[in-house]
């Protein structure tokens, strides 16, 4: 990962670093360069960031008392770790992210459970927990109330750590807008317009002023992105709780004039389909969406009965064995999903197109299909068709994505993490 450099204009100001705007930008330097290392010591972040040594030690001093950052074991410059002073080799003292005092909450909300993940600063976890809603359609209330109830969990538990909370990130599975954020249409619960923030602070005040209500899909795709090296340009598209996505582009996720690109699964594809809960007709989740396929797969009492998560997993395990009807019902919603990815691939030119959820286990199938659709390798031809790779994340791909979004921007400000 490429971090970002010193200020060119850093030999005019490191004696005092008077601008509050250059420091703030070299302590984020620093700080990333050390999230990424584990360890450094001040004379390899200066040579690995661009920093003077000077402007190194007067950083690293501030962030040492505001205890971002703490010493490490000194080592030797061969990399042996110096157990005294009259060792052979002059010591390095090492520097490693610390932050002890604070953590980083996730909430998430799919169609069947509230996941809960408490973090350290650079993402290792505390604490995770899960907690079935029932899927209660139509009903926003005691879905809140399961949400509150695993909100309470990880406050108490990061206050017995003597942590402070320093990002708070609900993600939901649905499109997200408006100022203040709320749920537009959650499909798969049968949700309108719904202020998840305000209904969770209404049952536990302890829910700070900063916490945000993020759709999944763009922390689900940036949180593969990283895993990808040397592409920026991408389309993810992936199927747990309805069909979500993202297009990233230049590395840089399209959001839109009303934040809502990336909702393929309401892509318009069936001249005169049927009516889908955002109003329009023969959207992609209609033929394609888990419902639709578990019913034709014959599924539906495995989804009442046990959860959306379970009937998927036997969908997918059907499949993968060649059961017949499971088999059909997955070819027919192939045809619509590549249908949908081969218009996105003409629209954005991606290098990669991702597939997450449980279609990370089918990946192969859509990857045979839409390569049958490309056009044949030429004399002369331009374009291809970009790669089918399966997800890597799974079903946490959002909250490692939040995990993420959220330490980059506690980052982007360090000593705002004080003790």
Not at 175 to 202: C, F, H, N
Not at 229 to 247: E, F, R, T, W
Request: net charge negative.
């Amino acid at each position: 990962m490429a971090f970002p450099r010193g200020s060119e204009n850093e030999a005019e100001q490191s004696s005092t670093l008077v601008s509050g705007d250059v420091r703030r930008h070299n302590l984020s330097v620093v700080a990333r360069f050390l999230l990424e290392n584990q360890a450094a010591s001040r004379s390899q972040i200066a040579k690995g960031t661009g920093l003077t040594r000077g402007s190194v030690t007067a950083l690293t001093a501030l962030m040492l008392e505001s205890g971002l950052i703490s010493e490490a074991e000194p080592k030797t410059p061969s990399g042996v770790v110096q157990e005294n002073a009259k060792g052979k080799g002059r010591p390095l003292t090492l520097l490693a992210l610390a932050a002890d005092h604070v953590a980083i909450l996730v909430l998430q909300l799919d169609a069947d459970k509230v996941t809960g993940l408490l973090t350290t600063l650079a993402g290792e976890p505390l604490l995770r927990m899960a907690q079935s809603h029932g899927r209660p359609m139509g009903q926003p209330e005691p879905i809140l109330d399961q949400l509150a109830a695993v909100f309470g969990q990880l406050v108490d538990a990061a206050r017995a750590l003597g942590r402070s909370l320093v990002d708070v990130t609900v993600v939901v599975f649905a499109p997200v807008g408006g100022e203040p954020a709320v749920v537009l249409a959650d499909t798969d619960l049968g949700w309108w317009s719904v202020d998840v923030l305000a209904g969770l602070r209404r049952r536990d005040p302890r829910l700070p002023d900063f916490a945000r209500l993020v759709p999944d899909s763009i922390l689900a795709a940036q949180a593969e992105l990283d895993l990808l090296p040397d592409v920026q340009d991408l389309i993810y598209m992936k199927s747990n709780s309805g069909i979500g996505g993202a297009i990233i582009s230049g590395g840089i996720a399209i959001e839109g004039a009303h934040k809502l690109a990336g909702a393929l699964g309401h892509l318009p594809l069936v001249p005169g389909g049927e009516l889908c809960g955002c109003g329009q007709h023969g959207c992609l989740v209609t033929v394609a969406g888990p419902d639709a396929i578990l019913a034709a797969a014959g599924l539906t009492d495995i989804l009442i009965r046990d959860g959306l998560t379970a009937a998927l997993s036997e969908l997918t395990t059907r499949i993968l064995a060649g059961e017949p009807r499971a088999t059909a019902a997955w070819d027919t919603a192939v045809e619509w999903i590549c249908r949908a990815l081969q218009i996105l691939a003409m629209s954005f030119d991606p290098q990669i197109i991702v597939l997450g959820g449980y279609w990370a286990h089918l990946a192969h199938t859509v990857k045979e299909r839409l390569e049958q659709g490309w056009p044949q390798p030429m004399s002369g031809q331009l374009w291809v068709g970009p790669t089918v790779v399966a997800g890597q994340l799974a079903d946490d791909a959002a909250l490692f994505g939040a995990v993420r979004d959220a330490r980059d921007r506690a980052l982007m400000d360090p000593l705002k993490i004080s003790i």
